[in-house]
């Protein structure tokens, strides 16, 4: 099937006109009027001068207006681009022009942001304010105002090529825009069948609105993480592909009691969450209080290790429900899976294998389950086409092997004797000391195994004897502290003796952004400074 995601939703409003589509605290938007009101912003946007394959920055907190936003660029042929909402003047001068928008929708909140570097940028011409209470920007067309217009279908044929672009968090370097075609992102969350597996994809649109009006694949999703995280949008993706309902709140930072009062309030049936950094206040939320979780069937999570401990956590206060821990990233879905649940335990960083998943040597080489190499692990089939403007990374991360073109982003794993994958982590901030390497991921896990420790961040110092030394950054609950030894022990304990951090360090906060993601760069900084290395 050459699938694009408009067509996919507007075949499911003319199915189920009525039934919620998008709910954000006391508000719902209906099938009809989530294509109605996206059909009519589509129109804004193309009245505005933008063309087939222009580019679309979304830059907002979560809330209703930021699918029906993904939404009429998709139905217009334009290419949403996602906008990290803590960005400042210079990131945001160089997204929107790295990425050619033409249009930006922005929070009325971030209006003196855009407009202090609109002038830098001759392509950005069409500029919609969501309402949040202030002041109109000057020169900007009011959202509401964008969707009362002409809200007939825009009467266009589409294709399986048109892009998404999702804008990675740059913490090596500056943000590279990875390009997906519609269909090849659809095939990868499972085509309407199974997310995990595929299976029961139907064979034709008419089967999947077959499917939609029996219902079984709907699902109330929140993502709990921002819809600006590929995590998130994924999994809102996904849920509406499937005729489901996405679930958003108010909470501009995670607020773990809010989040499980809207599970309760709206009867959500899946979460989306980026590891332990979501996962550790929701337990301990639970911890505190009881809510009903009945309809809760499934938590999914990507991007960040989640620990063991923690989903054995969550399933003893409620057990009726799956955890699936899934291994992917911008560039590339499917590479590999865990599922927790009753009568089932994931081990921390240990996933199943993807079926169209395999380990590359750093020379090139497949490797299949059974070798005792390590590579970084690689995802064929339906992948992105690349980074936008960037073929050298482009041609890096997406090679050709033995006539199959990979998605290899660089996450360093092996395999266990039972062929899973034992994730290591990101190679380019793999720690040379004293010529071992060592993955930050695995020392971070222990670390945050300790009862006092919140959370966790492990770096190379330069060291005159080292080379590089193992230094870590925690925070500790009610912002205590550890002693720097009892941690060095607590890793000794459970880790060679070659990855005990040489410092340990508490501080107040690790600066993680919204989708969970660590900025090594500025970690390492601060690493340095506390360890008279700067």
């Not at 299976?199 to 499917?211: A, I, T, V, Y």
């Not at 921390?348 to 998943?357: I, M, P, V, Y």
């Not at 901030?429 to 971070?444: A, D, F, L, R, T």
């Amino acid at each position: 099937m050459d699938w694009n995601m408009a067509d996919i939703w507007e075949a499911v409003a003319g199915v189920i006109p009525d039934e919620p589509a998008l709910i954000h605290e006391e508000r719902t938007v209906t099938w009809a009027e989530f294509d109605r009101r996206s059909n009519a912003l589509a129109r804004r946007l193309i009245e505005g001068g933008a063309k087939t394959g222009d580019k679309v920055s979304i830059y907002s907190y979560n809330r209703t207006e930021w699918m029906e936003s993904v939404a009429a660029a998709f139905k217009a042929r334009l290419v949403p681009v996602n906008v990290n909402f803590r960005y400042k003047d210079e990131e945001l001068l160089y997204l929107f022009d790295n990425s050619d928008s033409v249009a930006v929708i922005f929070e009325g909140a971030f209006g003196e942001n855009v407009s202090r570097v609109r002038d830098g940028l001759d392509k950005l011409q069409t500029f919609i304010q969501l309402d949040d209470g202030s002041p109109l920007m000057e020169g900007a067309i009011a959202y509401e105002e964008a969707v009362a217009g002409d809200s007939a279908a825009l009467g266009i044929e589409r294709s399986r090529e048109d892009l998404l672009f999702i804008y990675t968090g740059g913490t090596t370097g500056m943000p590279k825009g990875v390009m997906w075609q519609q269909g090849d992102l659809w095939a990868g969350l499972g085509e309407g069948g199974e997310l995990a597996t595929g299976q029961g994809k139907p064979r034709s649109m008419q089967e999947h609105l077959d499917n939609v009006r029996e219902g079984s694949r709907r699902q109330r999703l929140m993502p709990a993480c921002p819809l600006m995280h590929g995590t998130g949008l994924f999994t809102a993706l996904n849920a509406l592909g499937n005729a489901g309902t996405v679930v958003t709140n108010g909470s501009k930072t995670l607020d773990a009691h809010q989040l499980w009062r809207t599970v309760e309030k709206h009867r959500v049936n899946a979460i989306s969450i980026v590891g332990d950094v979501f996962a550790r206040p929701m337990l301990a939320a639970l911890e505190e209080k009881s809510y009903d979780l009945d309809s809760l069937l499934l938590i999914v999570s990507s991007g960040v290790m989640w620990s063991s401990e923690t989903k054995q956590g969550l399933l003893e206060h409620h057990p009726n429900m799956i955890l699936f821990d899934s291994l992917g990233s911008s560039e590339g879905v499917g590479m590999g899976a865990s599922m927790s649940g009753v009568g089932m335990s994931g081990k921390t960083a240990r996933f199943d294998l993807g079926s169209r998943s395999r380990l590359i040597s750093d020379d090139g080489r497949v490797l299949e389950p059974g070798s005792k190499e390590r590579g970084r692990i690689g995802v064929s089939g339906p992948i992105p086409v690349g980074y936008y403007k960037d073929e050298e990374k482009t041609a890096a991360t997406f090679p050709v092997i033995d006539g199959v073109r990979y998605s290899v982003p660089g996450d360093y794993a092996t395999y266990d004797e039972n062929g899973k994958l034992v994730l290591l982590g990101r190679g380019s901030q793999c720690i040379n000391s004293g010529g071992e390497k060592i993955y930050p991921e695995e020392v971070e896990e222990v670390l945050k195994r300790h009862p006092r420790v919140e959370d966790a961040a492990v770096v190379g110092v330069p060291d005159p004897k080292w080379g590089q030394a193992v230094t870590a950054l925690v925070t500790v609950e009610d912002g205590g502290e550890v002693g720097e030894q009892e941690l060095r022990e607590h890793v000794r304990s459970l880790l060679a003796d070659y990855k005990t951090p040489k410092r340990a360090f508490c501080v107040d906060s690790l600066g993680r952004s919204p989708s969970g993601k660590m900025d090594y760069k500025k970690v390492t900084e601060r690493a340095k400074e506390l360890s008279g290395r700067s």
